[in-house]
């Protein structure tokens, strides 16, 4: 359902399912009750100026009845936001793609206190390009490649690649080291995620997340004496937060995550101190050139230098 109202400073316009009955005698009733606990003034405003439509391109005043449209779009008052002290860069672009190395701490996409502050309304300003959507996504936590289609008319393509599960990603990781677990090795299990908990679990059933853990390189940290690894992650399925589960299932938490095994406290941001997880690359075969390509990341874990 494409909204009639089009991206602004690249965040899109919010929809709003009206009921086709119920107390209130207008549209604007309805959201006043619902979202006007915040900025009533503001929403009375919008409608005011024109600035609330239907799916048609309709325009809504504030005497518009209720059970004329049963979808509304209007922009939402976002809050200021400080800006995130870091920053992307774009590895690709061309008229179908942006591949961009997409920095720790900074989302995807726009979400709770993070809007301006995500990957994607970032590169829509930066790039001037609205219609850029990602296509697929990476914790806010974890740096590394990101996908994103520029061109709506080829979108289609690219995903079906992400459906029939043709992209190979490869991830790098640092985590404690076991000299009595036998590497490389394949972690399977069935793994779900629930919107109303943080975490994610690992349930018996059959399983539908799997992981091929490899070991690069060792070494003693200087400063804590710790010995670490750098791991090589090769993920067959995309669960949510997957990589860091099936890590700390074999007794290799990923340094720095305040989530797996153990979940800390929440607190403000420690830039000082990244999850020190990277999505290192991502290939596959182009569906409208047919060739095989591949897009790396230029990044580097902190726990890890001199590696990438």
């Given at each position: 359902m494409k909204s009639p109202l089009p991206v602004r400073n690249g965040v899109n316009a919010t929809r709003v399912r009206?009921?086709?009955?119920?107390?209130?005698?207008?549209?604007?009733?309805?959201?006043?009750?619902?979202?006007?606990?915040?900025?009533?003034a503001g929403i009375v405003s919008r409608f005011e100026r024109g600035e609330v439509m239907a799916l048609g391109g309709e325009i809504l005043t504030p005497a518009t009845p209720l059970d004329q449209h049963m979808f509304i779009w209007y922009y939402?008052?976002?809050?200021?936001?400080?800006?995130?002290?870091?920053?992307l860069s774009v590895l690709h672009q061309d008229e179908n793609l942006v591949v961009v190395?997409?920095?720790?701490?900074?989302?995807?996409?726009?979400?709770?206190?993070?809007?301006?502050e995500s990957a994607l309304v970032r590169l829509r300003v930066l790039l001037d390009l609205p219609e850029l959507v990602p296509m697929h996504r990476l914790d806010r936590m974890t740096a590394g490649v990101l996908l994103f289609s520029a061109n709506p008319d080829t979108r289609g393509k690219y995903q079906t690649l992400f459906e029939k599960r043709q992209i190979q990603k490869t991830y790098r990781a640092v985590a404690p080291v076991r000299d009595d677990l036998e590497l490389p090795l394949v972690v399977r299990s069935h793994m779900i995620k629930s919107r109303t908990y943080l975490?994610?679990?690992?349930?018996e059933g059959e399983p539908n997340a799997e992981t091929r853990i490899g070991l690069l390189d060792s070494r003693t940290d200087q400063t804590t004496g710790d010995h670490l690894g750098l791991y090589d992650l090769n993920p067959h399925t995309g669960k949510t937060h997957q990589l860091r589960v099936?890590?700390?299932?074999?007794?290799?938490?990923?340094?720095?995550?305040?989530?797996?095994?153990?979940?800390?406290?929440?607190?403000?941001d420690d830039f000082t101190k990244p999850l020190q997880l990277l999505a290192r690359s991502i290939s596959f075969t182009d569906p409208l050139t047919r060739e095989a390509v591949s897009y790396s990341s230029k990044l580097e874990l902190s726990a890890f230098p001199g590696h990438n």
């Open positions: 009206v009921p086709a009955e119920g107390p209130w005698k207008t549209a604007m009733e309805f959201v006043l009750d619902k979202f006007g606990h915040v900025d009533p939402r008052e976002l809050p200021v936001e400080k800006r995130l002290p870091v920053e190395d997409k920095p720790h701490f900074l989302p995807t996409t726009p979400g709770g206190m993070y809007v301006h975490l994610a679990q690992e349930i099936h890590m700390a299932s074999q007794g290799l938490g990923i340094l720095n995550d305040s989530f797996y095994p153990i979940l800390h406290e929440q607190a403000p």
